[in-house]
Structure formats: structure tokens, C-alpha cells
């Protein structure tokens, strides 16, 4: 295995749950709710995950227990935020922190505890094609999921009626309701699907990623996220491209700072400088790049009213009370 | 069109003591309605009358408190807006529920049934259109539509669900005189099919001409049924309102012609502020000492737009494109405008008219602070309460404001209350330029006149005023001169005496684009 391909792979190991929780949450803010507890819920999802592989020794159920304390974690957002009507931004807030404590709590007796991995698939012959064998045949299972998660989600959104449905909620929830359309059923359904792939995306960090359990492993990954759906312009594709791009830098950080300039000394001229200028950036910058490329993006897209008119869900955010 | 009530079928829908309390308000009261087969009935109702309370409960988005729906005679209960349309009831929303960033397709097809095919819908539509003579591009967004088109999905919506009763909540606010007329066609055709249709208006003359029978509600109750035929609009005006409407008094402007041009609005372009707002070009406008000048125009053909660069909410790259009383106020902001004497009413009360959650006096004060030599301030900027007081209340005797408390919040008023109170704070400063975009919008008959009295009365005094309105009746009343304002292009104004419906109608519907220079309104007048 080359050192390109080595890259390439940890790139789409980094990529995957900043997909997968990506993903979850734009079906969410598609419907018209704005959930900031993401990095909860992955939190959540990696402690459950670990704990339920570690006491089965089943990575796959391990899985399945991620999503599902995502889920119920995401229903506790929505029992406020829909049928109370809180403030979501603050009991988005509020859901994170929650997650950050409760995971630590409850992870304590996991902390030191060598974890189980849910092992990479290795489809035989295509595998060992060349260059791309392993990257697309080779791959853990959760690669694949967040694959077929988003194709899944760009059919159901524009393809479906049912996707057509959520995407009207989310536009306008006062004339969905005029037309008889169960607003905060649908609100509720959305926010749980999100809470779902938001604890697989804490699952693949602490059964794939690494096989340990740390407090607050998931280190911003949520915030990056739900950033992540922003950059996008809340579109599936777009999401995608963009967890990679994320991902690439995150690995390319990572990358720089164990390299010495010295190894390079053999590079091509043109590859060393750059090699030097950007291990002259401040790792922390690095950190920081998708949070700016967010805030770039969000600045060229505002340039344009009528893009984010069309793609911006109007309800975002926004409280519904039907009235009876 | 006899309203012979042997003509009409069996009952359709039998509506017996339908009630809807909201906290204290009795919203709806014991209401009697009965819809035959095949026939046009009129709701009838001043604002707040409980019209559209009743609506939403038939349609099921509001359950009554009390009292009985019957549908073919038999009782049913009506939970939802799709149990509604399983029995056969459609509604076309006065505030249109469309999603404005889907297409027309994806709107329509969100309210037929869901095992309808999406893929067929898109050429369902346009079939029905045509053969209806509403013609409807199925793949336009709807954020890109103009008011008239975005209805026509509403209507299309409402046929694909082949109902037996339609309801319309006032179709005809947005549409032009020749757009109401090919909607009354769609009507008398629907009717001619056997279809029910339960239409509300208050548009008397719309209501006299095409409604077979109409009940008319004032206060949550049922104050009469009648034939239409039979009355005349101000019978029915009297029925709605429980007491006379008084007639509008518009003497004619004396002498306007040599009057001073107080408001001169000189080749005005303005490039749109969002992706769905209109572009202004070259609009001209001059307003003289004296005298009323009427703004017509279907909504959202940039007479918002026209008001804010007016207003100065969007102030313009050149001085002389506006100016008031002679100054060029063309880069001046709201304030700086008010300084020079002119006064603007915007259309949007909450927000724009009025801070909601502060009281009427603090409203006062803050639309004041710079202006009338800021006679609510001391010396130190400290607020001289006593003197806010008394000319709030002051304004609010002038303007008969009906309000709960001494100094409410003002998104604690009645829309029509409030749009009282904010007329009466601008005339209260006797301004010399004073702009009104809508200043009638929901408010009920009896205040309208006295809204649309005063302002003649400020012009008679000797001040310019330019009222910018949707309804046309409104402003062949006060209007000494009617300009029309379509696709973000002003036409020159066409003096009372020779202005038609027809007229304006073709012009609203853009028969007639470009625009003449405002030196060229003399030679007509």
C-alpha cells in the first residue's frame, strides 16, 4: 500500500462521520428545525456504541446502539423544541452540553478500555485492483453507509413525495398546516432520523476511527457538521464534497505537523516551498480553516439573494404553534 | 342569476350554531349558514365580523365549540383540512398558502391525494388550466410569480381536487378588474357545472353581481340573510356595519394648477433590492399644493419599492430625484425627509408603521424624535412625559382609536385600530407632503371613511398628498388624479374626471407601458 493511498484512506476514515452527521442534520434544518446539539448526540452515540461492543463484543451491535441513543437523545430535543416550543438555538445548546456530561459519566468505567473494531470489508479480487482497490472495496462498513445514506437522502428529498412534504414544511410550516399537513409529526420524524446518523457518526469514532473511548472524543467534529451543512447550501451533494474537503484538511494537519522538512529534501523545488509555507501556518489556523471556509462560503452565497432564497429553509429555526 | 330560491338544489352544506371561543372572544356565535347545490353564496362581513373563523372551522383548521356541520344531510365532524377534501370541500386562502421556493407543480401537488403520481401532475395542471383559460407554466417557481398568477395555482389546486364546494376568502383583493372578470367567468362556469361556491368578499358591487344568496355576519352572528338582487350596496353596507357609512365629501380641488409642487419625484430608477422585488424605472411624479394623487397598481408591481425611495427608507445616488417642498432630498434618510415636512404611512404597520411591543405614546415619541422641533423632549433629552401624554390622547380621540387599556402596546390594537392611531400621529403634525402607501388595508368601513375624510381634508388645507392603494373604489373616491404603477413603471396620471375603471383596469394590467413625462399631465387635465 503506497503513501497516497495510506492518505486517501485516512481521509475517508475522517471524512465519514462528519458526513454522516452532516447529512442527518440537513434533513433536519430541510424540515425547518435548527438541532445545535449535534455534538451531543454524537457523544451519545460514541459512549453507547463503545459500551454496548465492549460488553457484547459485537461491533455491530455496538452500531445499532449508537444510532439508537442518538435517536432517543434527538427526542428529548424534540419533546422541547416541538411539543414545548422552546427556543431551539438554546436547547439545541443546551442538548450538547448535556451530551458532553452525560457521556463522560457514563464512560468513566470505559476510559483505558481497549475497544472492539468493527473491521474494514475486503471484497475479494476488485480489492486488489490497483489504486482504487482498496480505497473503494476495502473500506469499513460505515464508508458505505454514509455513502448510500446520502444517495439515499438526495433521492427522498427531491425525488419523493415524502421529500417534497418535508421540504414544504420547512419553506413555509404555516401553509403546510393549511393544507393539512402534520407539521410537527414530520418536525419529529426529521429530527430523530438526524439524531439517528449523528450517533452513527459518534459510533464510527469509537468503534472505527479509534477503538478507545475518550471523554469528548468527538472534539468539534459536530460543530464542524453542522457548519458543514451550511457550506453546502443545504444540499446532499454539496455536503459531501464538503466532509472531504473537511476531512482532507483535518488529515493534511495532521500529516504536516509529523513530517520534517528534512524527509522532503528531495522533493521538486516547487512541492518543498509549499510544503515549508504551509507548515509555517499555526496548526491552530489549520483547526480553524473549516469554520472560515464556512463563513467565506456563507459570504459568497449571501452575495447571491436568490440562491439562498431557493436553497435556505424560510422556517428555519422557527417556533410553530398550530392553532386549533 | 334570479335568486329564486326554488331554483336552487337541495341543500349542500347545513351549518346550525356553529360557535368558536377564543379566550373571551366570541369569534363565531351561533352561526346559520345553508349552501344549495349550484349555487354562489356571499359571506358578508366587516374586518373581525368572524368570516374567516368560520372558513377555517368548515375547512377544518379551527374546531368549533359548538354546534353542528351537516354535509348531504348528514352530520359529519370535520378534524382536518383533508377530511375537508374527502367530503368535497376546497378553499382558495386569502393570505395564499404556497410554498414560495417550490415549483407550481410541487404546490399543487402537496394537496392531492398522496398516492397521485408527481410525475403526472405537472401536465394534469396545465391540461385543467387551459380548459379553465388560466393559463399556468407548471415548472415556474412560485417566489418568481406575480400575486395574479400564484392565485391561479390556488385556484388550479383547488379544481385538480374536483370539490363540490369551493371556498374563496376575498379573491378578488389582489387581482385587476380584468383579472376579477375572467375569475368571475371560471365562476359562473364552475357554478354552470353544478359546483357550490361559498365566496367572501366585501366588494358589494362583485357580491351584487354574481351571488345567487348571502349571509351577512357582523360580531360572530348572523345578522341577515338576503338576496343580493335585491339590495342595494349601501342596504348591504348598512347590514354589514349595523349603522350608516357616512358618504365621502370630495369637493374639487380649486386653483391646483397654479399651486406650488411640493413633491416632485424626477426620473427615478431604482435596481431591485431582493431577488423577488421590482426594478423602478424613470418614474416622474409631481404633487401639488391642494391636491390628492392616487397610486394604483396590482401588489407587488413596485409600489412598495416607490414608497420606500420616496420615504427614504432607500435613499437614492442623485439629490434632485425627490424632493419635498423644494429640497432635494435625494440623500436624505427617513428622518432628514421628516425634517423638511413630509409624513409617510408605510403599509406594514407592525414593524414599519409601529414598534409592536411598545406603547402607542413611545410609538409617538420615537416617530418624532428629530422632528416637530422635538417638542417631547427636555433640554437634557430627557422625556417629557406629560406632554407625550396628552397628544396621544389627543390623536387617539381625533382618530376615534377603540383600544383595551389607557397606553397599550400597539400589537395589542386591532389592525384597523392601529392603522387609526398611525394616520392620526402623521396628520396630528399637519405635514405639507404626506405619503400613504394602503391606508385602508383591513381596516372596516366606517373608519376607512373617516381615514380617507381627513386625508381629503389635509390636501383641501392646503398639503400634498399621495396615497399609494390596491383598492381602486378607494381611490376613484379621494383621488384628484389616478397614476398607475405596473411592473415598476409609473403611468402619467389620468384626472379624476377622466378616469374609468376600464381605464385604470388596462393600464393595471400593463395594456398601456411606458411612462410620459410629468410636464405632459397638464395638457390632459
Redesign the interface.
Same mark, same amino acid.
Given at each position: 500500500m503506497g503513501i497516497t493511498e495510506a492518505i486517501l484512506l485516512t481521509i475517508a476514515t475522517a471524512a465519514t462521520p462528519l458526513l454522516l452527521a452532516a447529512i442527518g442534520e440537513l434533513v433536519v434544518e430541510r424540515s425547518g428545525v435548527l438541532n445545535l446539539g449535534v455534538e451531543g448526540m454524537m457523544l451519545m452515540g460514541a459512549v453507547a456504541g463503545f459500551g454496548m461492543a465492549l460488553t457484547t463484543g459485537q461491533p455491530w451491535l455496538g452500531i445499532l446502539a449508537g444510532a439508537l441513543a442518538g435517536t432517543l437523545f434527538s427526542l428529548l430535543f424534540g419533546f422541547l423544541a416541538l411539543t414545548l416550543v422552546t427556543n431551539q438555538v438554546a436547547t439545541g445548546l443546551a442538548l450538547t452540553l448535556l451530551g458532553i456530561g452525560l457521556s463522560g459519566m457514563i464512560g468513566e468505567a470505559f476510559v483505558g478500555q481497549p475497544g472492539v473494531k468493527l473491521g474494514a470489508l475486503d471484497i475479494p479480487v476488485l480489492s486488489d485492483l490497483p489504486l482504487v482497490g482498496r480505497l473503494l472495496f476495502g473500506q469499513d462498513p460505515m464508508f458505505y453507509i454514509s455513502l448510500l445514506l446520502t444517495g439515499g437522502v438526495m433521492w427522498f428529498l427531491f425525488r419523493t #413525495?415524502a421529500g =417534497?412534504?418535508l421540504? @414544504?414544511v420547512g419553506? @413555509?410550516h @404555516? @401553509?403546510?398546516?393549511? =393544507?393539512?399537513?402534520k407539521v410537527v409529526a414530520i418536525r419529529y420524524l426529521a429530527v430523530m432520523f438526524g439524531g439517528a446518523c449523528a450517533g452513527l457518526a459518534g459510533a464510527q469514532l469509537s468503534l472505527v476511527y479509534t477503538t478507545q473511548w475518550i471523554e469528548n472524543m468527538t472534539a468539534g467534529r459536530g460543530w464542524i457538521a453542522l457548519a458543514l451543512v451550511v457550506f453546502a447550501s443545504w444540499r446532499p451533494w454539496r455536503v459531501l464534497a464538503g466532509a472531504y474537503l473537511f476531512g482532507a484538511i483535518t488529515i493534511a494537519q495532521l500529516h504536516i505537523q509529523a513530517t520534517n522538512l528534512s524527509d522532503l529534501a528531495s522533493w521538486p523545488a516547487p512541492l518543498y516551498w509549499l510544503a515549508e509555507l504551509v507548515k509555517s501556518i499555526p496548526s491552530q489556523f489549520l483547526s480553524a480553516l473549516p469554520y472560515l471556509a464556512t463563513v467565506v462560503v456563507l459570504v459568497l452565497i449571501s452575495r447571491n #439573494?436568490?440562491l439562498t432564497?431557493?436553497?435556505t429553509p424560510?422556517s428555519l429555526g422557527r417556533p410553530f404553534v398550530p392553532?386549533? | 342569476m334570479t335568486g329564486d330560491h326554488a331554483r336552487l338544489g337541495e341543500a349542500l352544506l347545513d351549518v346550525r350554531g356553529l360557535t368558536k371561543i377564543f379566550g373571551t372572544l366570541r369569534a363565531c356565535d351561533g352561526v346559520d349558514l345553508t349552501i344549495s347545490k349550484g349555487e354562489i353564496h356571499a359571506l358578508l362581513g366587516e374586518n373581525g365580523a368572524g368570516k374567516s373563523t368560520l372558513v377555517k372551522m368548515l375547512f377544518g383548521s379551527l374546531e368549533p365549540n359548538a354546534g353542528e356541520i351537516l354535509w348531504r344531510g348528514k352530520p359529519v365532524r370535520i378534524t382536518s383540512p383533508n377530511a375537508a377534501r374527502q367530503l368535497g370541500i376546497g378553499m382558495v386562502f386569502q393570505h395564499f398558502s404556497l410554498f414560495e421556493a417550490l415549483t407550481a407543480a410541487e404546490n399543487i401537488a402537496l394537496s392531492l391525494a398522496s398516492d397521485t403520481p408527481i410525475s403526472t401532475i405537472a401536465a394534469k395542471a396545465q391540461a385543467l388550466s387551459h380548459s379553465y383559460g388560466l393559463p399556468l407554466d407548471p415548472y415556474a417557481l412560485v417566489g418568481d410569480l406575480s400575486v395574479g398568477e400564484r392565485q391561479r395555482i390556488e385556484i388550479i389546486r383547488c379544481l385538480l381536487q374536483t370539490p363540490d364546494l369551493i371556498i374563496l376568502d376575498e379573491p378578488t383583493s389582489v387581482l385587476t378588474p380584468q383579472e376579477a372578470d375572467r375569475l368571475f367567468e371560471t365562476l359562473e362556469r364552475l357554478r354552470g357545472e353544478g359546483k357550490s361556491i361559498l365566496y367572501i368578499s366585501h366588494r358589494l358591487e362583485e357580491v351584487k353581481r354574481m351571488c345567487d344568496r348571502a349571509t351577512v355576519l357582523r360580531h360572530g352572528k348572523v345578522v341577515g340573510h338576503c338576496d343580493p338582487q335585491q339590495e342595494t350596496a349601501a342596504s348591504l353596507a348598512r347590514m354589514m356595519v349595523g349603522s350608516e357609512v357616512h358618504e365621502i365629501v370630495r369637493e374639487p380641488a380649486k386653483g391646483a394648477e397654479a399651486a406650488a409642487v411640493l413633491l416632485e419625484v424626477d426620473h427615478l430608477d431604482r435596481a431591485p433590492a431582493t431577488p423577488f422585488s421590482i426594478p423602478l424605472r424613470d418614474v416622474s411624479l409631481s404633487v401639488r399644493a391642494g391636491e390628492v394623487i392616487g397610486i394604483a397598481g396590482v401588489a407587488g408591481n413596485g409600489q412598495g419599492e416607490f414608497f420606500e425611495a420616496i420615504s427614504g427608507e432607500a435613499t437614492q445616488a442623485r439629490a434632485d430625484t425627490v424632493s419635498i417642498r423644494g429640497e432635494n432630498v435625494g440623500l436624505m434618510g427617513i428622518s432628514g425627509r421628516r425634517l423638511t415636512g413630509a409624513a409617510f404611512v408605510p403599509e406594514e404597520r407592525l414593524g414599519h408603521g409601529a414598534a409592536p411591543a411598545m406603547t402607542l405614546s413611545e410609538n409617538l415619541l420615537l416617530s418624532r424624535h428629530a422632528t416637530d422641533d422635538k417638542a417631547f423632549l427636555g433640554s437634557a433629552g430627557t422625556v417629557l412625559t406629560g406632554a407625550l401624554a396628552t397628544a396621544a390622547r389627543r390623536i387617539n380621540e381625533m382618530m376615534d382609536v377603540r383600544k383595551s387599556a389607557e397606553d397599550p402596546a400597539a400589537s395589542a390594537l386591532s389592525g384597523g385600530n392601529l392603522q387609526k392611531f398611525i394616520i392620526g400621529r402623521e396628520l396630528d403634525r399637519k405635514p405639507a407632503v404626506m405619503i400613504v402607501n394602503q391606508p385602508t388595508w383591513g381596516v372596516d368601513a366606517g373608519a376607512a371613511a373617516h381615514i380617507r375624510q381627513a386625508l381629503i381634508e389635509l390636501a383641501r388645507a392646503g398639503s400634498a398628498v399621495l396615497v399609494i392603494s390596491q383598492d381602486l373604489d378607494e381611490l376613484f373616491e379621494i383621488s384628484d388624479a389616478i397614476a398607475v404603477m405596473h411592473n415598476g413603471e409609473l403611468s402619467k396620471p389620468i384626472p379624476i374626471a377622466d378616469a374609468t375603471f376600464e381605464k385604470i383596469g388596462l393600464l393595471m394590467g400593463g395594456a398601456e407601458p411606458g411612462h410620459v413625462p410629468h410636464e405632459q399631465r397638464m395638457e390632459v387635465a
Amino acid at each position: 500500500m503506497g503513501i497516497t493511498e495510506a492518505i486517501l484512506l485516512t481521509i475517508a476514515t475522517a471524512a465519514t462521520p462528519l458526513l454522516l452527521a452532516a447529512i442527518g442534520e440537513l434533513v433536519v434544518e430541510r424540515s425547518g428545525v435548527l438541532n445545535l446539539g449535534v455534538e451531543g448526540m454524537m457523544l451519545m452515540g460514541a459512549v453507547a456504541g463503545f459500551g454496548m461492543a465492549l460488553t457484547t463484543g459485537q461491533p455491530w451491535l455496538g452500531i445499532l446502539a449508537g444510532a439508537l441513543a442518538g435517536t432517543l437523545f434527538s427526542l428529548l430535543f424534540g419533546f422541547l423544541a416541538l411539543t414545548l416550543v422552546t427556543n431551539q438555538v438554546a436547547t439545541g445548546l443546551a442538548l450538547t452540553l448535556l451530551g458532553i456530561g452525560l457521556s463522560g459519566m457514563i464512560g468513566e468505567a470505559f476510559v483505558g478500555q481497549p475497544g472492539v473494531k468493527l473491521g474494514a470489508l475486503d471484497i475479494p479480487v476488485l480489492s486488489d485492483l490497483p489504486l482504487v482497490g482498496r480505497l473503494l472495496f476495502g473500506q469499513d462498513p460505515m464508508f458505505y453507509i454514509s455513502l448510500l445514506l446520502t444517495g439515499g437522502v438526495m433521492w427522498f428529498l427531491f425525488r419523493t #413525495r415524502a421529500g =417534497l412534504t418535508l421540504r @414544504s414544511v420547512g419553506d @413555509s410550516h @404555516s @401553509s403546510a398546516h393549511a =393544507l393539512g399537513i402534520k407539521v410537527v409529526a414530520i418536525r419529529y420524524l426529521a429530527v430523530m432520523f438526524g439524531g439517528a446518523c449523528a450517533g452513527l457518526a459518534g459510533a464510527q469514532l469509537s468503534l472505527v476511527y479509534t477503538t478507545q473511548w475518550i471523554e469528548n472524543m468527538t472534539a468539534g467534529r459536530g460543530w464542524i457538521a453542522l457548519a458543514l451543512v451550511v457550506f453546502a447550501s443545504w444540499r446532499p451533494w454539496r455536503v459531501l464534497a464538503g466532509a472531504y474537503l473537511f476531512g482532507a484538511i483535518t488529515i493534511a494537519q495532521l500529516h504536516i505537523q509529523a513530517t520534517n522538512l528534512s524527509d522532503l529534501a528531495s522533493w521538486p523545488a516547487p512541492l518543498y516551498w509549499l510544503a515549508e509555507l504551509v507548515k509555517s501556518i499555526p496548526s491552530q489556523f489549520l483547526s480553524a480553516l473549516p469554520y472560515l471556509a464556512t463563513v467565506v462560503v456563507l459570504v459568497l452565497i449571501s452575495r447571491n #439573494r436568490r440562491l439562498t432564497m431557493m436553497n435556505t429553509p424560510a422556517s428555519l429555526g422557527r417556533p410553530f404553534v398550530p392553532d386549533r | 342569476m334570479t335568486g329564486d330560491h326554488a331554483r336552487l338544489g337541495e341543500a349542500l352544506l347545513d351549518v346550525r350554531g356553529l360557535t368558536k371561543i377564543f379566550g373571551t372572544l366570541r369569534a363565531c356565535d351561533g352561526v346559520d349558514l345553508t349552501i344549495s347545490k349550484g349555487e354562489i353564496h356571499a359571506l358578508l362581513g366587516e374586518n373581525g365580523a368572524g368570516k374567516s373563523t368560520l372558513v377555517k372551522m368548515l375547512f377544518g383548521s379551527l374546531e368549533p365549540n359548538a354546534g353542528e356541520i351537516l354535509w348531504r344531510g348528514k352530520p359529519v365532524r370535520i378534524t382536518s383540512p383533508n377530511a375537508a377534501r374527502q367530503l368535497g370541500i376546497g378553499m382558495v386562502f386569502q393570505h395564499f398558502s404556497l410554498f414560495e421556493a417550490l415549483t407550481a407543480a410541487e404546490n399543487i401537488a402537496l394537496s392531492l391525494a398522496s398516492d397521485t403520481p408527481i410525475s403526472t401532475i405537472a401536465a394534469k395542471a396545465q391540461a385543467l388550466s387551459h380548459s379553465y383559460g388560466l393559463p399556468l407554466d407548471p415548472y415556474a417557481l412560485v417566489g418568481d410569480l406575480s400575486v395574479g398568477e400564484r392565485q391561479r395555482i390556488e385556484i388550479i389546486r383547488c379544481l385538480l381536487q374536483t370539490p363540490d364546494l369551493i371556498i374563496l376568502d376575498e379573491p378578488t383583493s389582489v387581482l385587476t378588474p380584468q383579472e376579477a372578470d375572467r375569475l368571475f367567468e371560471t365562476l359562473e362556469r364552475l357554478r354552470g357545472e353544478g359546483k357550490s361556491i361559498l365566496y367572501i368578499s366585501h366588494r358589494l358591487e362583485e357580491v351584487k353581481r354574481m351571488c345567487d344568496r348571502a349571509t351577512v355576519l357582523r360580531h360572530g352572528k348572523v345578522v341577515g340573510h338576503c338576496d343580493p338582487q335585491q339590495e342595494t350596496a349601501a342596504s348591504l353596507a348598512r347590514m354589514m356595519v349595523g349603522s350608516e357609512v357616512h358618504e365621502i365629501v370630495r369637493e374639487p380641488a380649486k386653483g391646483a394648477e397654479a399651486a406650488a409642487v411640493l413633491l416632485e419625484v424626477d426620473h427615478l430608477d431604482r435596481a431591485p433590492a431582493t431577488p423577488f422585488s421590482i426594478p423602478l424605472r424613470d418614474v416622474s411624479l409631481s404633487v401639488r399644493a391642494g391636491e390628492v394623487i392616487g397610486i394604483a397598481g396590482v401588489a407587488g408591481n413596485g409600489q412598495g419599492e416607490f414608497f420606500e425611495a420616496i420615504s427614504g427608507e432607500a435613499t437614492q445616488a442623485r439629490a434632485d430625484t425627490v424632493s419635498i417642498r423644494g429640497e432635494n432630498v435625494g440623500l436624505m434618510g427617513i428622518s432628514g425627509r421628516r425634517l423638511t415636512g413630509a409624513a409617510f404611512v408605510p403599509e406594514e404597520r407592525l414593524g414599519h408603521g409601529a414598534a409592536p411591543a411598545m406603547t402607542l405614546s413611545e410609538n409617538l415619541l420615537l416617530s418624532r424624535h428629530a422632528t416637530d422641533d422635538k417638542a417631547f423632549l427636555g433640554s437634557a433629552g430627557t422625556v417629557l412625559t406629560g406632554a407625550l401624554a396628552t397628544a396621544a390622547r389627543r390623536i387617539n380621540e381625533m382618530m376615534d382609536v377603540r383600544k383595551s387599556a389607557e397606553d397599550p402596546a400597539a400589537s395589542a390594537l386591532s389592525g384597523g385600530n392601529l392603522q387609526k392611531f398611525i394616520i392620526g400621529r402623521e396628520l396630528d403634525r399637519k405635514p405639507a407632503v404626506m405619503i400613504v402607501n394602503q391606508p385602508t388595508w383591513g381596516v372596516d368601513a366606517g373608519a376607512a371613511a373617516h381615514i380617507r375624510q381627513a386625508l381629503i381634508e389635509l390636501a383641501r388645507a392646503g398639503s400634498a398628498v399621495l396615497v399609494i392603494s390596491q383598492d381602486l373604489d378607494e381611490l376613484f373616491e379621494i383621488s384628484d388624479a389616478i397614476a398607475v404603477m405596473h411592473n415598476g413603471e409609473l403611468s402619467k396620471p389620468i384626472p379624476i374626471a377622466d378616469a374609468t375603471f376600464e381605464k385604470i383596469g388596462l393600464l393595471m394590467g400593463g395594456a398601456e407601458p411606458g411612462h410620459v413625462p410629468h410636464e405632459q399631465r397638464m395638457e390632459v387635465a
